[in-house]
């Protein structure tokens, strides 16, 4: 027997039990067979218990059947049911799907995924720290090192791949490279990096392997891997009669998951497919929202509380993190949890729905430019009240506390038991505190470290909140979501009348924060306020800053009126803090986006609001300078992409707006396009008469192109105004100043 000391870096099933991949303490990696047998629970009468060995039998492998008691989640009782055990992890999935066709059966615990349920049972975790003792072959024991609740922890020294498709024509400007000329691929690892000739598929791959040959590379770390390059390298081994060696595991294909289109939140997202490896991770920076938000310490951190192994991690929501930290936690509880669980809403009359689905508390801001006012922020106000309430689907409507009530709605929060939702929040809020504290006191390497994976619990608490009221969530229901938005507007009020018992004027509130102004009060009087309203409602606010200035920006098409999420200021430290307008928007041309960041970053260097209107002129001269610009036809490609998405099939547009316009000129060139998924064009002549003549999609400018200076000039001048409509500069009156320069011709050529 041998015995290795490392991290669990993959794990995934295979027939006998479960492919276990470590790295030592040298980056060595090794391939152990852990044996492991997966279980999931039946309930149903004694007739349909009978069938359940007859229905397993076709799959030829071991099954053990057996009474167990679990506990029902929202009654808390025992209830009697049948454990099925399986011998082969790769055959899970099937079992269950024949368990669901036997009449009278209820399933449990069978649509979690194995490798997850794997982390689950056996309370490891990927990357755990973990002394293996093995023959070789099989892991004949794991015994951890390491603790989930570690706060710090090492991680493996990793070797990245970086790979990418570089066009010889707009280089890498973020537009996918299946929608426009091939270019060349682009790797590189440990400061080398090599071109790979897209034309010659043979040696495009041997290229491919020498590397991953010679580096063994832990990560593979793509831009449009999953969409594009995976596909067209596999593509092109096969083409060239060439094994591609992606997989550590020889004997493992990469695994692939089909793309979607979905609707949520009355958007429609696109979600590429995924190209997954064995032994090996491949991470896709084009399709993950974790990594984009909080790069691999962030992942990684999401990754280890969630028991998902990292490259599936790195393709799923945030919600999806935060459903199975509590399906864990449930299981690990002996909590039985349903198969395809869905909890539509009860039913309630129209005065019942005007009292409970009010949603958070918000305040019109006042329009204007203000100075000395600050901003105080409840620390992750809803998962707060969730685990300092007790507020969990099993909690709500208690029939043994009729004393605990939550205001102005009135439903009972039990007492007695701990929910299961405020168990995991209770870790997660414990943690993101201590991580934003040691960012606080660190610098460098450090800092980052703390702030990536401080940023990636902020958004699993974010999402704990929208999943409490979803009805397909694990451990959804509406009346809790109800629950936690009726106390957060009961605190926001108190700590309204709180700060106006002070002597300060509210000048905006926003579910979880509020802007207070009061003539003379400094840093000191806001903390003071800030200590005052968290010993009044027991939940932790904090002074987010005092702006040197801050402006409410008013409404498009309601002059005067205020917009809650549409602001712009800068905190006496020189931080600065914008929402709701061009720079911050994803479909924002860079030209247009660069030159609104410079006019703030202007303004935003001045020390009042005197100052600011004295450095006007200057704010004005950037903008003039971004029109000549314009004007003389010197703006690159990359500075006017815009980028829109698809809300449907290219087939179902009947209009022929820019999106229709460019989704059909990809169409027509090869691109496969999906409802959701982000194009980019180019504004070549708005005018024109011909469809085609309009807009242009990025990738297929070709060398013919030009820009209508006109619609990008009035882009310009509506982000500017954005910025100084405050100063009594409108969208008309920056025109008229600038003159013949806002006044471009039509079409200018580069």
Same mark, same amino acid.
């Given at each position: 027997?041998?015995?290795?000391?490392?991290?669990?870096?993959?794990?995934?099933?295979?027939?006998?039990?479960?492919?276990?991949?470590?790295?030592?303490?040298?980056?060595?990696?090794?391939?152990?067979?852990?044996?492991?047998?997966?279980?999931?629970?039946?309930?149903?009468?004694?007739?349909?218990?009978?069938?359940?060995?007859?229905?397993?039998?076709?799959?030829?492998?071991?099954?053990?059947?057996?009474?167990?008691?679990?506990?029902?989640?929202?009654?808390?009782?025992?209830?009697?049911?049948?454990?099925?055990?399986?011998?082969?992890?790769?055959?899970?999935?099937?079992?269950?799907?024949?368990?669901?066709?036997?009449?009278?059966?209820?399933?449990?615990?069978?649509?979690?995924?194995?490798?997850?349920?794997?982390?689950?049972?056996?309370?490891?975790?990927?990357?755990?720290?973990?002394?293996?003792?093995?023959?070789?072959?099989?892991?004949?024991?794991?015994?951890?090192?390491?603790?989930?609740?570690?706060?710090?922890?090492?991680?493996?020294?990793?070797?990245?791949?970086?790979?990418?498709?570089?066009?010889?024509?707009?280089?890498?400007?973020?537009?996918?490279?299946?929608?426009?000329?091939?270019?060349?691929?682009?790797?590189?690892?440990?400061?080398?990096?090599?071109?790979?000739?897209?034309?010659?598929?043979?040696?495009?791959?041997?290229?491919?392997?020498?590397?991953?040959?010679?580096?063994?590379?832990?990560?593979?770390?793509?831009?449009?891997?999953?969409?594009?390059?995976?596909?067209?390298?596999?593509?092109?081994?096969?083409?060239?009669?060439?094994?591609?060696?992606?997989?550590?595991?020889?004997?493992?294909?990469?695994?692939?998951?089909?793309?979607?289109?979905?609707?949520?939140?009355?958007?429609?997202?696109?979600?590429?497919?995924? #190209?997954?490896?064995?032994?090996?991770?491949?991470?896709?920076?084009?399709?993950?929202?974790?990594?984009?938000?909080?790069?691999?310490?962030?992942?990684?951190?999401?990754?280890?509380?969630?028991?998902?192994?990292?490259?599936?991690?790195?393709?799923?929501?945030?919600?999806?993190?935060?459903?199975?930290?509590?399906? #864990?936690?449930?299981?690990?509880?002996?909590?039985?949890?349903?198969?395809?669980?869905?909890?539509?809403?009860?039913?309630?009359?129209?005065?019942?729905?005007?009292?409970?689905?009010?949603?958070?508390?918000?305040?019109?801001?006042?329009?204007?430019?203000?100075?000395?006012?600050?901003?105080?922020?409840?620390?992750?106000?809803?998962?707060?009240?969730?685990?300092?309430?007790?507020?969990?689907?099993?909690?709500?409507?208690?029939?043994?506390?009729?004393?605990?009530?939550?205001?102005?709605?009135?439903?009972?929060?039990?007492?007695?038991?701990?929910?299961?939702?405020?168990?995991?929040?209770?870790?997660?809020?414990?943690?993101?505190?201590?991580?934003?504290?040691?960012?606080?006191?660190?610098?460098?390497?450090?800092?980052?470290?703390?702030?990536?994976?401080?940023?990636?619990?902020?958004?699993?608490?974010?999402?704990?909140?929208?999943?409490?009221?979803?009805?397909?969530?694990?451990?959804?229901?509406?009346?809790?979501?109800?629950?936690?938005?009726?106390?957060?507007?009961?605190?926001?009020?108190?700590?309204?009348?709180?700060?106006?018992?002070?002597?300060?004027?509210?000048?905006?509130?926003?579910?979880?924060?509020?802007?207070?102004?009061?003539?003379?009060?400094?840093?000191?009087?806001?903390?003071?306020?800030?200590?005052?309203?968290?010993?009044?409602?027991?939940?932790?606010?904090?002074?987010?800053?005092?702006?040197?200035?801050?402006?409410?920006?008013?409404?498009?098409?309601?002059?005067?009126?205020?917009?809650?999420?549409?602001?712009?200021?800068?905190?006496?430290?020189?931080?600065?803090?914008?929402?709701?307008?061009?720079?911050?928007?994803?479909?924002?041309?860079?030209?247009?986006?660069?030159?609104?960041?410079?006019?703030?970053?202007?303004?935003?260097?001045?020390?009042?609001?005197?100052?600011?209107?004295?450095?006007?002129?200057?704010?004005?001269?950037?903008?003039?300078?971004?029109?000549?610009?314009?004007?003389?036809?010197?703006?690159?490609?990359?500075?006017?992409?815009?980028?829109?998405?698809?809300?449907?099939?290219?087939?179902?547009?009947?209009?022929?707006?820019?999106?229709?316009?460019?989704?059909?000129?990809?169409?027509?060139?090869?691109?496969?396009?999906?409802?959701?998924?982000?194009?980019?064009?180019?504004?070549?002549?708005?005018?024109?008469?011909?469809?085609?003549?309009?807009?242009?999609?990025?990738?297929?400018?070709?060398?013919?192109?030009?820009?209508?200076?006109?619609?990008?000039?009035?882009?310009?001048?509506?982000?500017?105004?954005?910025?100084?409509?405050?100063?009594?500069?409108?969208?008309?009156?920056?025109?008229?100043?600038?003159?013949?320069?806002?006044?471009?011709?039509?079409?200018?050529?580069?």
């Amino acid at each position: 027997m041998a015995i290795i000391e490392g991290w669990l870096f993959d794990v995934y099933p295979a027939a006998e039990g479960m492919a276990v991949w470590m790295l030592d303490a040298d980056g060595r990696p090794h391939r152990l067979l852990a044996p492991y047998r997966p279980a999931l629970f039946v309930a149903g009468p004694r007739r349909a218990l009978d069938q359940i060995e007859r229905a397993l039998r076709p799959l030829g492998i071991p099954v053990a059947v057996r009474p167990a008691v679990q506990r029902e989640l929202m009654s808390g009782e025992e209830v009697p049911v049948v454990r099925v055990s399986l011998g082969s992890p790769a055959a899970f999935p099937a079992a269950a799907r024949r368990l669901a066709q036997v009449d009278g059966l209820t399933l449990y615990n069978c649509d979690i995924p194995v490798s997850r349920l794997f982390f689950y049972d056996t309370r490891l975790f990927p990357l755990v720290r973990c002394r293996v003792e093995t023959d070789g072959v099989v892991a004949r024991s794991l015994e951890p090192l390491s603790r989930l609740e570690d706060l710090e922890y090492d991680l493996p020294p990793l070797t990245i791949l970086r790979l990418r498709v570089v066009s010889a024509v707009h280089g890498d400007a973020g537009a996918s490279p299946a929608h426009g000329p091939r270019g060349v691929i682009e790797a590189g690892v440990d400061g080398e990096t090599v071109v790979l000739d897209g034309d010659d598929a043979d040696e495009v791959i041997r290229s491919l392997n020498r590397l991953l040959e010679r580096y063994d590379p832990d990560v593979i770390l793509t831009e449009w891997g999953d969409a594009f390059l995976v596909p067209r390298l596999r593509a092109l081994a096969a083409r060239a009669g060439v094994p591609l060696r992606l997989n550590r595991d020889p004997h493992a294909a990469v695994r692939r998951r089909r793309a979607r289109s979905y609707v949520t939140y009355g958007q429609v997202v696109h979600q590429a497919g995924a #190209q997954l490896l064995h032994g090996r991770w491949h991470i896709d920076l084009r399709n993950s929202f974790i990594y984009s938000e909080a790069e691999l310490a962030g992942l990684l951190e999401v990754a280890r509380l969630a028991g998902i192994p990292v490259q599936e991690q790195a393709r799923t929501s945030t919600g999806t993190a935060i459903s199975s930290m509590q399906v #864990q936690q449930a299981v690990r509880d002996g909590i039985l949890i349903p198969w395809q669980k869905s909890e539509p809403e009860g039913f309630k009359t129209a005065a019942q729905l005007i009292v409970t689905d009010k949603g958070g508390l918000t305040y019109q801001p006042l329009v204007g430019v203000f100075e000395q006012v600050g901003e105080l922020d409840f620390s992750s106000m809803y998962p707060t009240m969730m685990a300092r309430f007790n507020i969990s689907p099993e909690t709500i409507g208690c029939r043994c506390c009729p004393d605990s009530r939550v205001p102005e709605i009135q439903y009972t929060i039990c007492r007695r038991r701990r929910g299961l939702v405020p168990r995991v929040l209770d870790h997660l809020l414990a943690r993101r505190l201590y991580y934003k504290r040691r960012r606080n006191e660190t610098a460098g390497a450090a800092r980052a470290l703390y702030q990536q994976r401080q940023t990636a619990l902020k958004w699993c608490l974010v999402t704990s909140f929208g999943y409490l009221g979803y009805r397909n969530a694990r451990f959804g229901r509406i009346e809790a979501h109800e629950a936690v938005t009726a106390f957060a507007r009961e605190v926001l009020l108190q700590a309204k009348e709180i700060a106006e018992g002070q002597g300060f004027r509210m000048l905006h509130a926003l579910v979880d924060s509020m802007w207070l102004q009061r003539p003379g009060a400094g840093p000191e009087a806001y903390e003071a306020l800030a200590a005052a309203i968290t010993q009044a409602t027991g939940l932790p606010i904090f002074v987010e800053g005092v702006y040197r200035w801050v402006g409410f920006l008013p409404s498009r098409t309601h002059a005067g009126v205020g917009v809650p999420n549409r602001y712009l200021g800068v905190f006496t430290d020189g931080t600065t803090k914008v929402r709701g307008i061009e720079v911050r928007r994803s479909d924002t041309p860079a030209l247009v986006a660069t030159t609104q960041a410079a006019m703030l970053a202007r303004m935003f260097a001045c020390p009042d609001l005197a100052a600011v209107r004295r450095a006007l002129p200057d704010v004005l001269g950037i903008l003039e300078q971004a029109l000549l610009r314009l004007r003389a036809g010197e703006v690159r490609p990359e500075e006017l992409a815009i980028t829109t998405r698809l809300s449907q099939e290219v087939a179902a547009y009947r209009h022929n707006t820019v999106q229709a316009i460019s989704a059909r000129a990809l169409d027509r060139h090869g691109a496969r396009l999906a409802p959701g998924e982000a194009i980019q064009y180019i504004i070549t002549n708005r005018a024109a008469a011909l469809p085609d003549d309009r807009v242009r999609p990025y990738t297929l400018l070709g060398g013919d192109w030009s820009y209508d200076a006109d619609a990008y000039a009035t882009l310009l001048l509506r982000a500017a105004a954005t910025v100084l409509e405050l100063f009594g500069w409108s969208e008309a009156r920056l025109r008229k100043a600038l003159g013949k320069v806002a006044a471009t011709s039509r079409a200018s050529s580069p």
